[in-house]
């Protein structure tokens, strides 16, 4: 996703709930979102920089699952910054 305007805290914290919702949506049971364990912004998200979601399950149990979300930033100078936003 390129960041062609100004993007607040909230529309991030969405993208992020939307790919750990596909990630999770691939296990056969109905699922939704009922907490987020921790979110951790380290480096802001600015004009122009490219952000890449990758969401993955990592526990599952019979009535729960764990999905940790990663995401990748690259900005304007070419240069990459990891974040880390577990779910």
Same mark, same amino acid.
């Given at each position: ?11 991030? %914290? #969405? +993208? ?5 919702? @596909?990630?999770? $949506? &691939? =296990? ?22 490219? %952000? #890449? +979601? ?5 526990? @599952?149990?019979? $009535? &729960? =699952? ?22």
């Amino acid at each position: 996703m390129l960041i062609t305007m100004e993007c607040p805290w909230s529309t991030i %914290l #969405k +993208l992020v709930d939307e790919a750990a919702f @596909v990630a999770a $949506t &691939s =296990m056969p049971a109905k699922t939704w979102c009922c907490s987020m364990d921790h979110i951790e912004f380290k480096h802001p998200v600015c004009v122009g920089d490219l %952000l #890449k +979601l990758s969401a993955g399950i990592y526990y @599952v149990s019979r $009535t &729960s =699952m764990d999905v940790e979300v990663k995401s990748i930033r690259k900005n304007k100078e070419d240069r990459v910054v990891d974040i880390v936003l577990p779910v």
